[in-house]
Every structure is written in structure tokens, then in C-alpha cells.
């Protein structure tokens, strides 16, 4: 959506930009949501999943034409819900505003291309921003210490929440969306990538073995076929990383096991039978791993679901990486 909102303001057009900035009760949107529209009435994005987006749209048109920006609140009764695609009953406030830096929105772009973590800050009286990185704020907006202090917390904890304004302006955090690299292109693979696409994790597979990374076992997966330790030079964890190990093959399981336990990864999984989580151990701690080190690997990988096709194990690591990422997103 960001991406579609720059290349517009490159090409010339007007641009409103609305963000859900509290809910209560049913949303079919979370706080931080964002619906964009042009000059030309083409849009993108969304703050409801369709029952007010007509009437934001409207707002945003007379914004664009010159309006000043606009605090929107919307609320559903119960016996109301169900015509506008709620479950039940609910209320969400819609902040829509001019974008009126393109500088500072393609900055904003290239942060989350890179997988940098940044807040946009929002002024909700003049529609100013700034962005705050770890070390720099940017933008036409006045921001206040507390309000600068909190936007860094939640930079540092790596939270993708948004946070209640404050001082009149709304901090939105981007963090890096969290990722899979899968080593070993194997069956359970096959069925590992495509779920974790749906839980909506990047994912790569990543094998040297080319006769198993190939395009048509994995379509629409990104494929490397690098041996594990020059991949990860290549593309270093970050914290919103997980990594599965496959193969059972130590020469290409273990370096990416390796390259994990030296970061910061929030998920390491390695597959094998217990016997053969023994041995990695004592190969880890051989080569200088401490047990608490060894103690972030959750092996044998995933939830005890007790399935044993591919399908079902796939099933039980995903479901391991969603519980160990959102408690993470939760302390």
C-alpha cells in the first residue's frame, strides 16, 4: 500500500492517506491499518474490510480538493453489525490526512524494504510527521520526548503494535515482517513453505542440493541454492527471523543452526529425533556453544501434534513459530 502511495506521489498525483487509530469492540482491521487514495479516485489499502471505506473515501476527496484533515468515528450497534461485515457491534476512529511528504514517504519505503525497523509519527491536528529511527528523527513534526522515548521502545522490543497517541500525535511502528528460511528442500518442506506463506511470514528454502530447490516443487517460493553458511553471510538474521533445519545432513544443517544461535534470531528449529538432537548437542557445545545456547533450539521441531505425514508436521512447526512470535510480540 505504502509502495502504491509513493508511486503516485511520483508520478505527480494527490494523495490522502487514512489510518485506523483506535477500535473497540468488532473490527474486521487493526489499529494501524491503511486505506490510500489518488487524485483520480483510484485507491488501495483498506480500514474496515469494506463497510466504511466509501464514506473515507469521500473525506479524502474533499482533503484533496483542500479540506483540512479529519478525525472520522464510526459506530455499529449489534443489530447493525452484520449489514456493514461486522460480527458484532463496534466503534473505530479513521485519521485522514494530505500526504504532504513525499521525501519522508519514501524513506519511510525504502526502511521497510530493507527491513529496518521505523515509527511514523502523525501530528492529529495538522497531519504532520516525522520518522524515528534509532538514532534520527526526520520530518516537519515537533516530537516530544516522551513521545520520542516511547517510539524508541517499541523500536527496541521489536513490536509492530501501535501504540495510543500521545501528545496529540500517533506513533505507528513498522517492524521488520517476520521471516522463514527453510534449510532443506524436502517433502516436509514442500508443505512447510506454503503455510507459513499463509500465516503471512516471508519465506525462503534455502539448499545447495539443486535437484530438490527447484521452482516447480516450491512455486512462489524464493529459492537459494547456497550452501547455508554463504547464504547467511550473504543475509544475516534479524529478530524477527526464524529458522527451520531439514536436512539432516550436519555439514548443511549445522552451519545454519550455527549462524542462528549467534544471533538474534526469535526461532530456531532443528528436525530430528531426539537421539539425533543429542548429537547436534554435543557437536554445538564441542565447538563452543554454551547450554544456553543450545537451549534456544527447539528440537525435535514443533508442537507434540502426533502426526507423522508431512503435511502434519508441517502443521505442528508452524503452529510452534505463530506461539513463540506473538508471545515475543506480547512481553
Request: hydrophobic residues 45%; aromatic residues 6%.
Amino acid at each position: 500500500m505504502l509502495e502504491q502511495t509513493r508511486q503516485w506521489l511520483e508520478q505527480g498525483h494527490d494523495v490522502a492517506l487514512a489510518t485506523v487509530i483506535s477500535t473497540w469492540g468488532s473490527s474486521p482491521r487493526p489499529v494501524g491499518s491503511q486505506f490510500a487514495i489518488n487524485d483520480q479516485g483510484a485507491f488501495v489499502g483498506s480500514v474496515s474490510g469494506g463497510c466504511v471505506e466509501g464514506a473515507v473515501a469521500d473525506c479524502a476527496k474533499r482533503i484533496i480538493a483542500g479540506a483540512d484533515p479529519s478525525m472520522m468515528h464510526f459506530s455499529v450497534s449489534d443489530d447493525q453489525a452484520l449489514d456493514v461485515g461486522l460480527t458484532c457491534g463496534g466503534s473505530l476512529q479513521v485519521f485522514v490526512a494530505m500526504v504532504t511528504d513525499a521525501s519522508l514517504l519514501s524513506e519511510l519505503c525504502d526502511h521497510i524494504s530493507n527491513r529496518e525497523s521505523v515509527c511514523l509519527l502523525t501530528n492529529l491536528e495538522s497531519g504532520y510527521v516525522a520518522l524515528v529511527t534509532d538514532d534520527q528523527v526526520t520530518g516537519a513534526l515537533d516530537v516530544s520526548s516522551q513521545t520520542l522515548g516511547a517510539a524508541r521502545s517499541m523500536l527496541e522490543a521489536g513490536h509492530s503494535a501501535v501504540l495510543s497517541p500521545t501528545d496529540d500525535v500517533f506513533v505507528h511502528a513498522f517492524v521488520p515482517a517476520p521471516r522463514l528460511i527453510i534449510v532443506g528442500a524436502a517433502h516436509i518442506a514442500q508443505a512447510l513453505a506454503p503455510m507459513a506463506q499463509m500465516a503471512e511470514f516471508d519465506v525462503c528454502v534455502v539448499d545447495p542440493r539443486t535437484a530438490f530447490a527447484t521452482p516447480e516443487r516450491f512455486p512462489s517460493i524464493s529459492i537459494s541454492t547456497l550452501w547455508p553458511g554463504a547464504y547467511f553471510e550473504q543475509t544475516p538474521f534479524d529478530s524477527s527471523t526464524a529458522l527451520v533445519a531439514l536436512v539432516h545432513d550436519a555439514k548443511i544443517d549445522d552451519p545454519a543452526i550455527e549462524a542462528a544461535l549467534r544471533s538474534n534470531a526469535f526461532y530456531v528449529g532443528a528436525l530430528g529425533s531426539r537421539k539425533t538432537h543429542e548429537k547436534r548437542t554435543a557437536r554445538l557445545l564441542d565447538k563452543g556453544f554454551s547450554e544456553q545456547d543450545v537451549a534456544r533450539i527447539h528440537g525435535p521441531v514443533g508442537l507434540n501434534l502426533g502426526g507423522r505425514k508431512s503435511s502434519e508436521i508441517a502443521v505442528s512447526i508452524v503452529a510452534q513459530i505463530v506461539e513463540v512470535w506473538n508471545a515475543r510480540a506480547t512481553t
